[in-house]
């Protein structure tokens, strides 16, 4: 059953990101869980539980969120108990390799926009925005690791994944 719920995260089948709402990951290491409020800098409404490697699939999984808007550095998301709002620094997200090769990260959430160099695929990286391009969500970041380590630049949904079972946060 795990094999096959990795399958479908891997492909995007499992949690798939709705029209105009990227999926991330919840990547607080607070084992008391991550708060999400009824504002920025709000009331708590509720917490999304700290999920280990060895947390149940179910835990694990409600750590993928999709943004709906942001809001200076706090993003509304929306999730499987709501909505509300959660700091950026609270979310991640993967690099994720594409059939061409890494990432490439862009100067402006545009495929013709020039490019800022290739990123690593497996890298993590910060959600600073988004912005949706026909049909198509670009989500602005901060790279976090590795040689490209503060650069920040637009990845296309291709190229950035939201995969409660890789490795990538579990470092």
């Known amino acids: 059953m795990k094999k096959l719920l990795f399958v479908l995260f891997a492909l995007g089948l499992a949690a798939p990101a709705f029209a105009g709402q990227p999926s991330v990951l919840v990547v607080d290491p607070d084992k ?4 999400v409020r009824d504002a920025p800098s709000g009331r708590v409404l509720d917490i999304i539980p700290y ?3 060895n947390s149940p699939d179910n835990v694990k999984e409600r750590r993928v969120v999709n943004l709906r808007s942001n809001e200076g550095k706090w993003f509304k998301v929306s999730y499987s108990g709501g909505e509300g709002y959660v700091h950026q620094s609270m979310l991640g997200v993967c690099t994720s390799a594409t059939e061409d090769g890494d990432p490439v990260l862009l100067k402006a959430p545009r495929f013709d926009a020039a490019s800022k160099g290739r990123v690593a695929d497996g890298m993590r990286a910060r959600p600073l925005a988004f912005f949706m391009q026909n049909d198509t969500a670009f989500l602005n970041v901060e790279i976090l690791e590795g040689p490209r380590k503060g650069t920040t630049g637009w990845l ?15 470092r």
């Open 32 to 35: 008391a869980g991550t708060n």
């Open 51 to 53: 999920a280990s490697a």
């Open 156 to 170: 296309p949904e291709q190229s950035f994944t939201a995969n409660p079972y890789s490795s990538c946060w579990r």
